[in-house]
């Protein structure tokens, strides 16, 4: 940085380096493989035994519907669709932050990114299994989903593409696939890192057979940086088809209060709002076990916030939208469903919601806030929750009171629901701090890239 | 046949790595590679390679995996299992794009990785350069270049002379 300021006099603005407290290559080698390669600290150990407890019963719950059927829910006519999609729309949209800042920042060199991204692309990866999981056991008869692949089959039957609800799948297991190729890409030359350095036989193996046998030259990086780019490419509008299409699901429907032409643009808001809620809840968390507040600085987590202030407003605006195109529309049921939504049964809901979706990012205005670590912890949790909730309630509201009064009801969860929904928070937790605690969390060539050392002009005279 | 050879030169920072390696070709050399821990901006150029191929790779197989999509979705909807769904045509193209859309982008992803690994010849588990110690710095802090002995200009005491000549801090000899 001061050969910056010295060297180019016309600069006024000198930026803070990106990683703090001006660490060599070598020192960025250490602190990241170093996690890996040594033990984990206490606090580890008394979070996975957490998590892993809440696994093991989310897999002992899944055993269990698959026994019984999905009356265990309290899935009932009217609401068909309860907590078990309100958690899959909750998990999907969670991953797309991770892919907003591997894909969409890299094409816009926001360099800020390398620091996060190793994580948030494990989280993505983390959040769509779990999410994956609701749908499958969601058709009851788990054994026959094979019925929506496109597969010639003794019965004739083809799957129908005109259903939103296989445009789902095909989304969601491209985005996975994309994600996960994205995240492996990434980790070869880490991979190939942590192979050199591996001290046991055993470490030296299972590193080097993942790594592929990496060896870091230039004829080789000139391929991986254009398949990376490549990939962030293809990557970028999977940030915005996904949960469009997710958000079709209920779009293509007839039912009041689903059937809006918002709902794709107002669900990816959603998404990276949530989305980003969670890498900071994560990375927060991370940062204090780990000690990586030189690689995850202030700056980075003020950034995020901001993202998260713009992506909140989105989101409160398409909120009030709704509400105007629903009186301006001038269909009574469409209005209806949306008074019912803000005043009738479900009113605890949407207010609990709008508090925490529309109210609370306002704090983020403050620059004070934006850089206070316990402020974010707390407002990255509430989005989450009131991100889940919003969920909560254009799925359950609106099928509770559709266009006959004869048939409408209320949705009570059961144990079970609530079973589902807090092991779907281990088994993501739990597959996170495997994460953590096995592979890389910060990119380390990335990382070492955008070191002022890095660039060749470094220190020269022009 | 005669065993690889391979010489490790190690030089100081990415500046001295571009410097040597344009010195290097100009010295006539082939088969040499730079390595470093992170690409360095403006190395192909020094060490004149052109610009990947991948993108064709990628784009090829994205056309394919739009075309099967749409022929996928033709067949199943309008030839093998043609059934009246809200009085649509069975070849409803528009409601056909969002699977197009995902297969389109699953191929290219796919051939983006694939292409790469293959065009690197990866995965090889094996290579002479895991045996040298100076080597294991190309992951962490070491600029290195390397140049095998099927190249026409090597001869080992005078290839690692010039190295020295052009800056190298450190050389190693390796052989398969």
Redesign the interface.
């Known amino acids: 940085m001061n050969a910056r300021s010295e060297n180019n006099e016309m600069s006024v603005y000198v930026e803070e380096p990106l990683i703090a407290g001006d660490p060599?290559?070598?020192s960025v080698?250490e602190s990241i493989s170093g996690i890996v390669e040594g033990k984990p600290p206490r606090l580890w150990y008394i979070a996975i035994s957490i998590s892993g407890t809440l696994a093991l019963m989310f897999l002992s719950l899944i055993a269990l519907l698959i026994w019984e059927g999905i009356g265990i829910w309290g899935l009932q006519v009217p609401v068909g669709w309860g907590w078990d999609i309100v958690n899959f729309v909750f998990w999907v949209g969670i991953g797309h932050a991770g892919t907003l800042i591997s894909a969409i920042l890299f094409l816009l060199r926001q360099r800020w990114r390398t620091s996060i991204n190793r994580f948030a692309e494990a989280m993505t990866i983390m959040a769509v299994i779990v999410a994956g999981i609701f749908p499958a056991i969601h058709v009851g008869r788990a054994w026959a989903l094979y019925w929506v692949f496109?597969l010639p089959n003794q019965m004739?039957?083809?799957?129908?593409?005109?259903?939103?609800l296989?445009?789902d799948f095909?989304?969601v297991?491209?985005y996975f696939?994309?994600s996960f190729?994205?995240w492996?890409?990434g980790l070869i030359?880490?991979l190939?890192?942590l192979?050199?350095?591996a001290a046991s036989k055993i470490k030296k193996i299972i590193f080097?057979?993942f790594a592929?046998?990496?060896?870091?030259?230039?004829?080789?990086?000139?391929?991986?940086?254009?398949?990376y780019l490549?990939?962030a490419g293809?990557?970028t509008?999977?940030v915005l088809?996904v949960h469009s299409?997710v958000s079709?699901d209920f779009a293509v429907s007839i039912l009041p209060g689903w059937h809006t032409t918002i709902f794709p643009p107002y669900f990816v808001a959603g998404a990276i709002f949530s989305g980003f809620a969670m890498v900071l809840t994560l990375a927060i968390i991370a940062r204090k076990i780990y000690r990586l507040e030189n690689f995850i600085t202030i700056d980075h987590l003020e950034k995020m916030n901001k993202i998260m202030l713009v992506t909140g407003m989105i989101v409160g605006y398409a909120y009030s939208c709704e509400f105007f195109i629903a009186w301006y529309g001038g269909n009574k049921y469409e209005g209806f469903a949306f008074l019912n939504r803000a005043f009738g049964p479900y009113a605890w809901a949407y207010w609990i919601m709008i508090f925490c979706n529309v109210v609370v990012p306002q704090v983020f205005w403050v620059k004070k806030w934006r850089r206070n670590v316990a402020v974010m912890f707390a407002a990255s949790i509430l989005i989450n929750i009131g991100m889940w909730f919003e969920r909560f309630v254009i799925v359950v509201s609106s099928l509770a009171n559709d266009y006959l009064p004869s048939s409408w009801g209320y949705f009570k969860p059961t144990i079970y629901d609530v079973g589902f929904l807090v092991g779907s928070f281990g088994l993501f937790f739990t597959l996170f701090l495997l994460f953590l605690r096995f592979l890389p969390m910060i990119a380390?060539?990335?990382v070492?890239?955008v070191l002022p050392?890095?660039?060749?002009?470094?220190g020269?005279k022009h | 046949m005669a065993k690889l050879k391979i010489i490790v030169a190690e030089f100081a920072d990415p500046a001295a790595l571009i410097q040597a390696a344009e010195q290097i070709r100009g010295a006539g050399y082939r088969d040499f590679d730079c390595h470093s821990p992170f690409p360095i901006h403006g190395m192909d150029a020094a060490m004149g390679i052109k610009r990947s191929k991948l993108g064709y790779i990628a784009a090829a197989f994205a056309l394919t995996g739009f075309s099967g999509a749409v022929l996928l979705q033709w067949w199943a909807s309008a030839k093998a299992f043609p059934l009246v769904i809200s009085g649509k045509p069975f070849f409803s193209y528009q409601a056909f794009l969002p699977v197009t859309f995902a297969l389109t982008v699953l191929l290219a992803a796919i051939a983006s990785v694939i292409g790469m690994l293959v065009m690197n010849k990866l995965p090889r588990w094996h290579h002479p350069l895991f045996e040298s110690a100076l080597f294991r710095k190309a992951g962490d802090n070491g600029f290195l270049m390397t140049i095998e002995s099927t190249d026409p200009q090597f001869d080992m005491e005078r290839t690692r002379r010039f190295l020295e000549s052009i800056g190298a801090i450190a050389i190693e000899e390796v052989t398969d």
């Not at chain 1, 050392?453 to 470094?458: E, F, G, K, R, Y």
Request: hydrophobic fraction near 35%.
């Open positions: 060599s290559y070598q080698t496109p004739g039957l083809w799957p129908n593409f005109r259903s939103p296989l445009w095909f989304a297991g491209t696939s994309c190729l994205f492996f890409v030359p880490d190939a890192t192979r050199d350095r080097g057979i592929l046998g990496w060896r870091g030259g230039n004829r080789q990086w000139r391929h991986y940086e254009l398949a490549l990939l293809i990557s509008p999977l088809s299409v079709t380390m060539s990335e070492k890239g050392q890095a660039d060749p002009h470094h020269a």
